[in-house]
């Protein structure tokens, strides 16, 4: 550049941004400004430098200013100002560079209390739209909170105000880790990538020398994490500052709880510094919307001992409180967590700390996916006799995925340990024990088993053993599913739970809930259905469907495949007959694109495919690559080899099949026809989508109604299924 340049008088050119800083990532932008005296030839000069550089396909990001333009510029665009504060002499005329960088931090700090609040609104909106790096399955290092953009403003901050220098100082360690996880990353790529796909991490690790994904995406939440709580407590002595500036009286010290005050808008122990201290200043900060001092934590991080064990009782109701407090007790705990607090409180939470989990169904690590479940089972409290329970059940239902093997049973594994550390009764233990065991019952009978099999109910009576541990596994299912993302919980899964809930209360105490039926299980009989209705099609209710045809082979594939041509998503069936020999199927759907489908159309092409006049195959085959952009498999997810899997002990009437494959087009009609040519009955469904992929569970039986247990009859069926997947 300097030779591009050449011997120009009156001009300079000022790197800025990351360049100026000189920590730019391989493919990131060179941002340059050209600084000139009010050359009039300055337009040839400037092309004299960019088109070369355009030619070896560098992204430039440039601007061509006197030193008077670049500072109205600044006086109006925040990006522009904080850029200039990072400003370095390239080529050309050093004094005239000086000027610039010079004028542009006295203009910084003489309106201070202007900007640092617009920076301050600019880091929370840009927080809130990418989110919080350090609990995400998929970060985008740069944008999101407790990424470099975080540190460039505290950085930028630091220079308007003098409360910062060793919040600066602090975050220097992890800006620099993630900085080097950031090169790497484009390296890999070859081009400007900041988010940290799931596909990706693996060969990442590799080149950085990380022992697996796992390692590296434990160093960016870590990294992230510490920039994070530095950033909160950056900023809010930035607050405390601007209100002191403006002639603010500072309040006196308000008495919170025992040994625990508000100082200037942080909780502050003035008394013993003990684990109980800290859980009850913890809990009066969430609930009273403040932050633990960063002074107190670095003290307690440096006096306090684990607790004694048992906990005292003092000590586990400190603990409960901090959980009800929610979300607010997210952020406080947070703060715990960076100094290892959690960690000497409660050993175990050391292996779930910032542990991600590689998948797409997740969109949080363990340790924030626990609290986020935590805070949903706060709003269900009142629904069960033990809240306590409910909030440590939540806490601790994963832990089991911070120890070898699977999670359930390592879980288990240690809630005694656990459970006897808190204080806890061994009934109360064994409750714990329970809600880990179990924590995932609910959501997959009710979604893959027949609720109106006698044998179903039984089981789930049988497992969780009285109504008052089965309200705590309802509350937990819909804690957690809340807690884990978008398609793990909604109203069609919400219903289906509340459904086996009511059934498996009435089997445990008939006289507690009445008979334990749901709204949806007011409809009468398949056969009363039937009464008085013609053939065809016909729309019960928003979302369920009752379809009357004769009797035949097939039926729910071909009403599976025009449902798929239509947009329609299948929930859940039922199929049967009617007194009058004819198939009677009640549909649950809904819409994949939200829109109210043509009933007319619909009932048109089912009519034809029944009669063999409609070729679904061929129509299914165009809709799939129509839209196969939106049925694609997720960036974050591996496709998985589909798998048929057997629960000959799930039902006496019939044969349970359940099928796990990707999510795409007709992926019911496939299975369904493959059933369907292997001469089988589909008694009826549970449709589930998780995220990229399908759960779908079938009661079947032959064709005199018969179950199939026959071991070479299983295999031929499971050969045509996946042959039907694989193919299709």
Same mark, same amino acid.
């Not at 901090?322 to 007790?329: H, I, K």
């Not at 292996?351 to 997740?362: D, F, I, L, S």
């Not at 899964?493 to 009435?506: F, H, M, N, S, Y």
């Given at each position: 550049m300097?030779?591009l340049?050449g011997d120009?008088?009156?001009?300079?050119?000022?790197?800025?941004?990351?360049?100026?800083?000189d920590?730019?990532?391989?493919?990131s932008?060179?941002?340059?400004?050209l600084?000139?005296?009010?050359?009039?030839?300055i337009?040839?000069?400037?092309?004299?430098?960019?088109y070369?550089?355009?030619?070896?396909?560098?992204?430039?990001?440039?601007?061509?200013?006197?030193?008077?333009e670049a500072l109205?510029?600044?006086?109006?665009?925040l990006?522009?100002?904080?850029?200039?504060?990072?400003?370095?002499?390239?080529?050309?005329?050093?004094?005239?560079?000086a000027?610039?960088?010079?004028r542009?931090?006295?203009h910084?700090?003489?309106?201070?209390?202007?900007?640092?609040p617009?920076?301050?609104?600019?880091?929370?909106?840009?927080?809130?739209?990418?989110?919080?790096?350090?609990?995400?399955?998929?970060p985008?290092?740069?944008?999101?909170k407790?990424?470099?953009?975080?540190?460039?403003?505290?950085?930028?901050a630091?220079?308007?105000t003098?409360v910062?220098?060793?919040?600066?100082?602090?975050?220097?360690?992890?800006?620099?880790?993630?900085?080097?996880?950031?090169g790497?990353a484009?390296?890999?790529?070859?081009?400007?990538?900041?988010?940290?796909?799931?596909?990706?991490?693996?060969?990442?690790a590799?080149?950085l020398?990380v022992?697996?994904?796992?390692a590296?995406?434990?160093?960016?939440?870590?990294?992230?994490?510490?920039?994070a709580?530095?950033?909160?407590d950056?900023?809010?002595?930035?607050?405390?500052?601007?209100?002191d500036?403006?002639?603010?009286?500072?309040?006196?010290?308000?008495?919170?709880?025992?040994?625990?005050?508000?100082?200037?808008?942080?909780?502050?122990?003035?008394?013993?510094?003990?684990?109980g201290t800290?859980?009850?200043?913890?809990?009066?900060?969430?609930?009273?919307?403040?932050?633990?001092?960063?002074?107190?934590?670095?003290?307690?991080?440096?006096?306090?001992?684990?607790?004694?064990e048992?906990w005292?009782?003092?000590?586990?109701?400190?603990?409960?409180?901090?959980l009800?407090?929610?979300?607010?007790?997210?952020?406080?705990i947070?703060?715990?967590?960076?100094?290892?607090?959690?960690?000497r409180?409660?050993?175990e939470w050391g292996?779930?700390?910032?542990?991600?989990?590689?998948?797409?169904?997740?969109?949080?690590?363990v340790?924030?996916?626990l609290l986020?479940?935590?805070?949903?089972?706060?709003?269900?409290?009142?629904?069960?006799?033990r809240?306590?329970l409910?909030?440590?059940g939540?806490?601790?239902?994963?832990?089991g995925?911070?120890?070898?093997?699977?999670h359930?049973?390592?879980?288990?594994?240690?809630?005694d340990?656990i459970?006897?550390?808190?204080?806890?009764?061994?009934?109360?233990?064994?409750?714990?024990?329970?809600?880990?065991?179990?924590?995932l019952l609910?959501?997959?009978v009710?979604t893959?088993?027949?609720?109106?099999?006698?044998?179903?109910?039984?089981?789930v009576?049988?497992a969780?053993?009285?109504?008052e541990?089965?309200?705590?596994?309802?509350?937990?299912?819909?804690?957690?599913?809340?807690?884990?993302?978008?398609?793990?919980?909604?109203?069609w899964?919400?219903?289906?739970?509340?459904?086996?809930?009511?059934?498996?209360?009435?089997?445990?105490?008939?006289?507690?809930?009445?008979?334990?039926?749901?709204?949806?299980?007011q409809?009468?009989?398949?056969?009363?259905?039937?009464?008085g209705?013609?053939?065809?099609?016909?729309?019960?209710?928003?979302g369920?469907?009752?379809?009357?045809?004769r @009797?035949?082979?097939g *039926? =729910?594939?071909?009403?599976?495949?025009? !449902? /798929?041509?239509? %947009? &329609?998503? #299948?929930?859940?069936?039922q199929a049967?007959?009617?007194?009058?020999?004819?198939?009677?199927?009640?549909?649950?759907?809904?819409s994949a694109?939200?829109?109210?489908?043509?009933w007319a159309r619909?009932?048109?092409?089912?009519?034809?495919?029944?009669?063999g006049?409609?070729?679904?195959?061929r129509?299914?085959?165009?809709?799939?690559?129509t839209?196969t952009?939106?049925?694609?498999?997720r960036?974050?997810?591996?496709?998985a080899?589909?798998?048929?899997?057997?629960?000959?002990?799930?039902?006496?009437?019939?044969?349970?099949?359940?099928?796990?494959a990707? @999510?795409g087009?007709? *992926? =019911?009609h496939?299975?369904?026809?493959? !059933? /369907?040519?292997? %001469? &089988?009955d #589909?008694?009826?469904a549970?449709?589930?989508?998780?995220?990229?992929?399908?759960?779908?569970?079938?009661?079947?039986?032959?064709g005199?109604?018969?179950?199939?247990?026959?071991?070479?009859?299983?295999?031929?069926i499971?050969?045509?299924v996946?042959?039907?997947?694989?193919?299709?």
């Amino acid at each position: 550049m300097a030779g591009l340049l050449g011997d120009e008088r009156d001009v300079a050119l000022v790197a800025v941004g990351s360049f100026g800083r000189d920590d730019r990532a391989p493919h990131s932008d060179l941002d340059i400004v050209l600084v000139h005296r009010g050359r009039s030839d300055i337009a040839s000069v400037a092309n004299r430098v960019w088109y070369p550089i355009w030619d070896r396909g560098l992204s430039l990001d440039h601007s061509v200013r006197t030193v008077k333009e670049a500072l109205a510029v600044a006086g109006d665009d925040l990006k522009a100002a904080l850029g200039l504060l990072d400003g370095r002499h390239i080529a050309g005329d050093r004094r005239l560079a000086a000027e610039l960088i010079d004028r542009s931090l006295d203009h910084w700090k003489s309106r201070a209390r202007r900007r640092l609040p617009e920076l301050r609104d600019a880091v929370l909106a840009r927080q809130e739209r990418f989110g919080d790096i350090a609990s995400l399955l998929e970060p985008e290092i740069k944008e999101g909170k407790g990424g470099l953009r975080d540190v460039h403003a505290l950085q930028a901050a630091a220079r308007g105000t003098p409360v910062l220098d060793d919040v600066v100082a602090d975050v220097v360690a992890p800006y620099r880790e993630l900085l080097a996880i950031r090169g790497a990353a484009h390296v890999r790529a070859g081009r400007n990538v900041d988010r940290l796909l799931l596909q990706d991490q693996d060969v990442l690790a590799d080149d950085l020398g990380v022992a697996d994904a796992d390692a590296l995406m434990r160093a960016v939440s870590t990294a992230a994490g510490a920039i994070a709580y530095l950033g909160d407590d950056g900023w809010q002595r930035v607050d405390r500052w601007l209100a002191d500036k403006r002639g603010r009286a500072i309040v006196r010290d308000r008495p919170l709880a025992s040994g625990v005050v508000l100082r200037q808008g942080e909780v502050v122990i003035t008394g013993d510094l003990d684990a109980g201290t800290a859980l009850s200043a913890a809990a009066v900060a969430a609930r009273s919307g403040h932050q633990l001092a960063r002074s107190t934590l670095a003290r307690l991080d440096e006096r306090m001992r684990p607790p004694p064990e048992p906990w005292p009782r003092t000590l586990l109701q400190a603990l409960i409180g901090l959980l009800g407090a929610g979300d607010a007790a997210i952020p406080v705990i947070a703060s715990l967590d960076h100094y290892g607090l959690m960690e000497r409180m409660i050993p175990e939470w050391g292996a779930v700390r910032h542990k991600p989990q590689r998948n797409a169904y997740h969109r949080f690590t363990v340790d924030r996916h626990l609290l986020e479940a935590v805070a949903r089972a706060v709003d269900l409290t009142r629904d069960v006799a033990r809240p306590d329970l409910l909030l440590l059940g939540a806490l601790l239902h994963d832990i089991g995925k911070g120890f070898p093997g699977d999670h359930t049973e390592a879980g288990i594994a240690v809630i005694d340990r656990i459970g006897a550390r808190l204080g806890l009764p061994a009934a109360d233990i064994a409750v714990l024990e329970a809600l880990i065991r179990h924590h995932l019952l609910l959501p997959e009978v009710a979604t893959r088993r027949d609720l109106g099999d006698p044998a179903t109910i039984e089981r789930v009576a049988e497992a969780v053993g009285d109504v008052e541990t089965l309200e705590l596994l309802a509350a937990l299912t819909e804690a957690d599913s809340l807690a884990t993302g978008s398609a793990a919980w909604s109203e069609w899964k919400a219903g289906l739970v509340d459904d086996l809930v009511r059934r498996t209360t009435a089997r445990l105490d008939p006289g507690r809930r009445g008979q334990g039926a749901t709204a949806g299980e007011q409809l009468p009989p398949l056969g009363a259905l039937a009464h008085g209705r013609a053939d065809g099609l016909h729309v019960l209710e928003p979302g369920r469907l009752l379809l009357l045809t004769r @009797d035949q082979p097939g *039926v =729910l594939s071909s009403v599976a495949g025009v !449902l /798929a041509l239509h %947009g &329609l998503e #299948v929930l859940a069936a039922q199929a049967g007959p009617a007194e009058d020999g004819r198939a009677v199927d009640v549909i649950d759907v809904v819409s994949a694109f939200g829109q109210t489908p043509d009933w007319a159309r619909v009932t048109t092409d089912l009519e034809e495919a029944l009669s063999g006049r409609l070729v679904l195959e061929r129509k299914l085959a165009d809709r799939a690559r129509t839209y196969t952009s939106r049925y694609r498999t997720r960036s974050a997810a591996r496709p998985a080899e589909p798998r048929v899997l057997w629960h000959l002990d799930a039902s006496d009437r019939s044969t349970v099949i359940e099928v796990r494959a990707a @999510d795409g087009v007709a *992926v =019911l009609h496939r299975i369904t026809r493959a !059933l /369907a040519d292997e %001469g &089988l009955d #589909v008694r009826s469904a549970r449709v589930a989508t998780l995220g990229h992929e399908v759960v779908d569970s079938f009661y079947v039986a032959d064709g005199d109604g018969r179950k199939v247990t026959d071991p070479e009859r299983l295999r031929s069926i499971e050969g045509a299924v996946l042959t039907a997947l694989r193919t299709g």
